[in-house]
């Protein structure tokens, strides 16, 4: 990192111990299926399993042969076959597809089943309808929290997105609360709680539910983290929407961080092949990884610089620097020369795409002006079939920071979306309506107070009772009023230096403060939502925003300078840049926690129906 | 593993069990914060294995150990596989990860599962861990709850679901009034663990008739929102459908009845079915473009049909020269528009594939029908139908270039079809705003304009610049000192 942590930032607990805990419960369900075995993995947990475990791993506990759970049939002589699995309708399928093949060829072998995190009760109802129920049995590898950096704990689930906040399926909620559980177990008690949103209240209930079950577990305990603080996803899209000029950030845009790994192809490495390199904010010793880029607005015009970050080099002289002084270091050496060719990659693309204008477009839709150029901006990116997912981001951005698009604008673009990306995306955009993501203004729609406060009042006290016509989630964003409240767009008198960030707006250029930044930021300062009224009742949540402190004194000021932040529905590399920053500036050190590392693209992808 | 029924049953007893409290997993988080002490006092001796392992990963790609590999691997040796091939040859031997690294596990906290078996390496482990009394180190870790089956009737609404949540096999049988019922779903809502609704809800489905079912949820979104999701997961379509008649969505309805379409590969079934769905009750907005869909398609298909025949004959030029990548069934709109630019361009409106015809047909605004055919023109290099596209004629027979999308975009989807600098250059000299005319000048290397911009702003620095960027002795040298020598020019700087 660019700058030191103060000296009187507190450590951050040992997450390690998740990974060993994870495995450990593993090689124990490997071993209720004694003898010679072959397993079959799910395609999604391959990247998570990887990093707790390895083929001689398993190899030690009588797996032989590994295999894909994929479409094809997999043909597999094991005696005994083992599943690790998703709990996911389609897995069960495909288990039943094998398993019944097996019974009419009359042959009999042992099945095992292991659901990670959790069963569902809707999988084992399809288990019983294929007539196999009994003839598999089932585990759970309650396998929830993967450490992905020394303050970056993943539950990697990207699935949690659309069921949450599409379809309003709260089959997860248990699984953070149980996650939430582990936590407070091995690291003592949050004295101090903090939440916003529907799912971050549902989770702390079920969360609290469980800790009074096992009464006494964690009482008594010193807590290690002082403040846990939990947040929805739709509290602030917008900040998700967002083109990211973080390193990791772009990273993630430009290549697909996956795991906390990214794989860099033959471009980047300059040889023929792929190297997969894994990301971390600091490596072993402590040492911050060197790159970082930024966007530097000088008379409207935007320009990508990459820069080393302690040494503040630009990427001619951080290649002399690296072929000069680097040379006995070769392990650094190699890093960083990958790490360059990264950049000069994303370089590369981003010349291409015109990314200029594609900032100065954004940075419009965030302030709030020129609505009408970034209108026909997005429109001809549409016609001219630039990628489908940039598009949809672009119209979504526009749509929460408006409120919803006027009528006329929300039919014209829709239609030509549909000419240009195909018109089965009939269905995407019936999706974001609902998920309140890309909106029409109701005619007339216009943001007063009253009407706001009316519109509050029916979809509070109504939840759960009137029939909308979507059922919808969605809610008015009010993006405006409360960037205006929470001064989300940094006044700067001349231009901004990037080189030293005067606060969390550094993540986007100077640009814009990260709204969930921003409100933790604020609750932590106050220890509470008092005088924080207005914005919460414009994010709809008068209901939804909750704090809940112990009396008891037992935290340490070191303890009360470690946070917890729990964001339900994925966070951005942006988002962790931007409060490790905040981190430095106060003396806190941030712990996150989410349900997967999330970027625009995987959020458009996630509500498209279409899959490419 | 060679443990015995005995053992294990012996094992579990010997945890801590509360007899009648439900809660078999109560010690396993108890006993976690014990194995955290553990590990901890573990470390020792504990080979610092994870992160040196991940370093591995980092720079050798997948290591050699990773478990993406080794399926790839698996993969790699049922089907031939080039690429798992090319993997295996680059690691030297398929068996350079037989031989184990490191024996972690021996000192792994699983180790202690089987040391109850094995005291050997038990004792030895204990022995360091002086600090900890001789019990079970081990978490409690996923007992098969399926195991723990209980038959007893009498649980109450909340202990039933606090059962469920635990994930344990647990009869709903008894809960068959509708207010018992009811009671339950409300319990499970209250808990808001989405697992347990939907195990309430299938129970609800197989007892109650649809009817009542569809009645009680109308007034439960939550739970409403889960059985659609439910029934969306599984694929019960008719139940679907029918839940959305009920409740009068009839938009959703229409919805999920299109959304089948994606399922049907055959092109001809396919329109078919787009058929059923012209009808429905879409918004008017949606219903349209259902139409569209429809009409598209039915093209497509005449289209394929007769370009297929007409490549197969070989005697069309167009098709001889440019074989086509791919079928343009199910193709959006704008790729079809693109792919009539290039293969039918001068076709006459009445056939089905001729641009104009597709512009009519589906109300192309000009601005999209100009950008698809320049691409498609361009990329051919038919640079004259690329003029044609924006001249226009004014009522005395002038005439005059324009463009619906402004001259920048032209100028930069010419030269992304590598137009030569000719072409470039009259279209860049048609930008209006002078900033960015000199910007895509320099960009693109149109010296003539750059220069005359240069001195039309009468900017000598400016141009001084460029002559720098300019080849020795070229014209545009010559033609740059011409300039600058020139007496008639009042330089501004």
């Known amino acids: 990192?660019?700058?030191?942590?103060?000296?009187?930032?507190?450590?951050?607990?040992?997450?390690?111990?998740?990974?060993?805990?994870?495995?450990?419960?593993?090689?124990?369900?490997?071993?209720?299926?004694?003898?010679?075995?072959?397993?079959?993995?799910?395609?999604?947990?391959?990247?998570?399993?990887d990093r707790i475990a390895n083929v001689s791993i398993l190899k030690q506990?009588?797996?032989?042969?590994?295999?894909?759970?994929?479409?094809?049939?997999?043909?597999?002589?094991?005696?005994?076959?083992?599943?690790?699995?998703?709990?996911?309708?389609?897995?069960?399928?495909?288990?039943?597809?094998?398993?019944?093949?097996?019974?009419?060829?009359?042959?009999?072998?042992?099945y095992k089943v292991i659901f990670s995190p959790q069963k569902f009760y809707a999988c084992e109802m399809v288990l019983e309808e294929e007539g196999i129920?009994?003839?598999?049995?089932?585990?759970?590898?309650?396998?929830?929290?993967?450490?992905?950096?020394?303050?970056?704990?993943?539950?990697?689930?990207?699935?949690?997105?659309?069921?949450?906040?599409?379809?309003?399926?709260?089959?997860?909620i248990n699984t953070v609360a149980q996650a939430l559980?582990?936590?407070?177990?091995?690291?003592?008690?949050?004295?101090?709680?903090?939440?916003?949103?529907?799912?971050?209240?549902?989770?702390?209930?079920?969360?609290?539910?469980?800790?009074?079950?096992?009464?006494?577990?964690?009482?008594?305990?010193?807590?290690?983290?002082?403040?846990?603080?939990?947040?929805?996803?739709?509290?602030?899209?917008?900040?998700?929407?967002?083109?990211?000029?973080?390193?990791?950030?772009?990273?993630?845009?430009?290549?697909?961080?996956?795991?906390?790994?990214?794989?860099?192809?033959?471009?980047?490495?300059?040889?023929?092949?792929?190297?997969?390199?894994?990301l971390n904010a600091e490596d072993k010793n402590g040492r911050a990884l060197l790159l970082c880029c930024r966007y530097t607005g000088e008379a409207g015009r935007y320009k990508l610089q990459f820069c080393v970050r302690r040494r503040g080099m630009d990427i001619k002289q951080m290649k002399n620097f690296v072929s000069q002084e680097l040379k006995g270091l070769k392990q650094e050496h190699r890093l960083l020369s990958l790490h360059i060719g990264a950049c000069e990659s994303i370089m590369k693309k981003k010349t291409k795409q015109d990314f200029q204008e594609l900032i100065k477009t954004e940075h419009a839709l965030l302030e709030g002006f020129n609505i009408r150029e970034s209108t026909s901006y997005i429109e001809e990116h549409i016609d001219r079939q630039v990628s489908p997912i940039e598009s949809l981001r672009l119209m979504c951005l526009l749509s929460i920071t408006e409120n919803g698009l006027i009528p006329k604008d929300y039919r014209s673009l829709k239609t030509q979306y549909l000419q240009s990306y195909g018109p089965e995306h009939l269905l995407t955009f019936s999706n974001l309506r609902r998920a309140g993501l890309l909106t029409e203004q109701a005619p007339g729609d216009t943001l007063t107070a009253v009407e706001s406060k009316v519109s509050k009042l029916v979809t509070d006290k109504a939840a759960g009772k009137i029939t909308d016509a979507f059922s919808s989630l969605a809610k008015r964003s009010n993006f405006r009023a409360i960037s205006k409240k929470l001064n989300l767009i940094p006044r700067v008198d001349g231009e901004y230096d990037l080189k030293v960030p005067r606060d969390m707006a550094y993540v986007f250029s100077g640009a814009y403060v990260p709204l969930s930044c921003r409100i933790i930021e604020q609750v932590l300062e106050r220890r509470s939502w008092q005088g924080l009224d207005e914005v919460v009742r414009l994010l709809n949540c008068s209901e939804l925003a909750f704090t809940d402190m112990t009396k008891e004194d037992k935290a340490s000021s070191e303890s009360l300078r470690l946070i917890l932040v729990v964001f339900l529905g994925g966070c951005t590399f942006s988002e962790i840049s931007a409060l490790r920053f905040l981190g430095r500036e106060k003396g806190y050190r941030f712990i996150f926690l989410t349900t997967a590392v999330t970027n625009s693209a995987r959020l458009m992808e996630a509500m498209s129906e279409v899959k490419a | 593993m060679n443990r015995t029924k005995g053992d294990e049953e012996e094992y579990w007893n010997s945890s801590k069990f509360k007899a009648f409290t439900f809660d078999d997993e109560d010690d396993e988080l108890s006993q976690l914060k014990e194995s955290k002490r553990a590990v901890n006092s573990l470390r020792d001796f504990v080979d610092d294995d994870d992160d040196d392992d991940l370093e591995r990963v980092s720079w050798g790609g997948e290591p050699v150990g990773s478990i993406s590999w080794s399926i790839k691997e698996t993969a790699g040796t049922s089907v031939s596989n080039h690429e798992g091939r090319e993997q295996l040859k680059s690691r030297n031997s398929f068996s350079s990860y037989a031989p184990l690294p490191k024996p972690t596990s021996t000192y792994s906290l699983s180790s202690f599962f089987r040391g109850r078996t094995r005291p050997g390496s038990f004792q030895s482990l204990s022995d360091a861990l002086s600090d900890t009394p001789a019990k079970s180190y081990a978490p409690e870790l996923g007992r098969p709850k399926g195991e723990y089956r209980d038959y007893s009737n009498d649980w109450s609404p909340s202990d039933t679901v606090r059962r469920l949540r635990k994930g344990k096999v647990c009869s709903l049988e008894r809960f068959r009034s509708l207010q018992d019922k009811l009671q339950l779903l409300e319990e499970a809502v209250s808990m808001h663990d989405g697992n347990v609704i939907t195990a309430v809800l299938i129970f609800l489905k197989r007892t109650l008739s649809k009817e009542i079912l569809f009645r009680e949820l109308e007034v439960r979104q939550v739970a409403l929102r889960?059985?659609?999701?439910?029934?969306?997961?599984?694929?019960?379509?008719?139940?679907?459908?029918?839940?959305?008649?009920?409740?009068?969505?009839?938009?959703?309805?229409?919805?999920?009845?299109?959304?089948?379409?994606?399922?049907?590969?055959?092109?001809?079934?396919?329109?078919?079915?787009?058929?059923?769905?012209?009808?429905?009750?879409?918004?008017?907005?949606?219903?349209?473009h259902i139409q569209d869909h429809y009409t598209l398609l039915e093209r497509q298909i005449i289209i394929e049909a007769n370009d297929r025949h007409l490549e197969a004959a070989g005697q069309t030029e167009i098709f001889r020269k440019h074989p086509r990548k791919a079928s343009i069934l199910n193709m959006p709109l704008v790729t079809t528009l693109f792919y009539s630019c290039f293969y039918h361009y001068t076709e006459a409106e009445g056939t089905f594939s001729s641009p104009v015809n597709l512009k009519k047909t589906f109300k192309i605004p000009d601005k999209q029908y100009v950008l698809t055919a320049l691409a498609a023109r361009?990329?051919?290099?038919?640079?004259?139908?690329?003029?044609?596209?924006?001249?226009?004629?004014?009522?005395?027979?002038?005439?005059?270039?324009?463009?619906?999308?402004?001259?920048?975009r032209v100028v930069e989807i010419l030269h992304k079809n590598s137009a030569p600098v000719q072409i470039l250059q009259e279209y860049v000299n048609l930008v209006e705003d002078v900033d960015t005319k000199l910007n895509l000048a320099t960009k693109f290397k149109c010296h003539d304009v750059v220069i005359d911009t240069c001195r039309d702003l009468k900017d000598r620095q400016q141009l001084l610049a460029y002559r720098s960027k300019v080849d020795k002795g070229s014209a545009e040298e010559e033609k740059i000192d011409a300039i600058l020598h020139s007496s008639q020019i009042r330089w501004k700087n």
């Open chain 2, 378 to 408: 361009a990329k051919l290099r038919a640079w004259h139908d690329v003029d044609a596209l924006f001249t226009t004629k004014n009522w005395l027979g002038y005439t005059k270039k324009r463009a619906p999308i402004g001259f920048h």
């Open chain 1, 133 to 172: 129920y009994g003839d598999v049995s089932c585990d759970e590898w309650a396998f929830s929290l993967l450490p992905l950096d020394v303050d970056l704990l993943s539950m990697e689930l990207p699935e949690f997105f659309r069921d949450y906040f599409l379809e309003g399926d709260q089959r997860w």
């Open chain 1, 1 to 49: 990192m660019a700058f030191p942590h103060r000296p009187d930032a507190p450590e951050l607990p040992d997450f390690s111990m998740l990974k060993r805990l994870a495995r450990d419960q593993l090689i124990y369900l490997l071993e209720q299926l004694p003898g010679k075995k072959d397993l079959f993995i799910e395609a999604d947990l391959m990247s998570p399993l």
């Open chain 1, 61 to 110: 506990h009588e797996v032989d042969k590994l295999y894909k759970v994929e479409s094809k049939p997999a043909v597999s002589s094991s005696e005994q076959l083992c599943f690790l699995v998703r709990p996911r309708i389609k897995n069960m399928r495909y288990i039943a597809n094998l398993v019944n093949a097996d019974k009419l060829a009359g042959r009999t072998r042992k």
């Open chain 2, 226 to 288: 889960h059985l659609i999701h439910f029934l969306k997961e599984i694929g019960d379509q008719k139940l679907l459908l029918d839940l959305f008649r009920f409740l009068d969505r009839t938009e959703e309805l229409a919805l999920s009845h299109y959304r089948e379409h994606l399922n049907i590969q055959d092109p001809e079934k396919r329109k078919e079915f787009l058929k059923t769905c012209i009808g429905l009750p879409f918004s008017a907005e949606d219903s349209a």
């Open chain 1, 181 to 278: 559980h582990l936590l407070s177990t091995l690291y003592g008690p949050f004295p101090n709680c903090y939440g916003i949103g529907r799912c971050a209240k549902m989770s702390y209930e079920l969360w609290r539910k469980l800790e009074d079950e096992e009464d006494g577990e964690t009482k008594g305990r010193r807590p290690e983290i002082g403040h846990i603080f939990l947040l929805d996803r739709d509290m602030d899209f917008v900040t998700a929407l967002c083109s990211q000029v973080v390193y990791e950030g772009l990273v993630d845009d430009t290549f697909r961080i996956k795991c906390g790994s990214v794989d860099f192809g033959p471009e980047v490495t300059s040889s023929d092949k792929s190297l997969k390199v894994l």
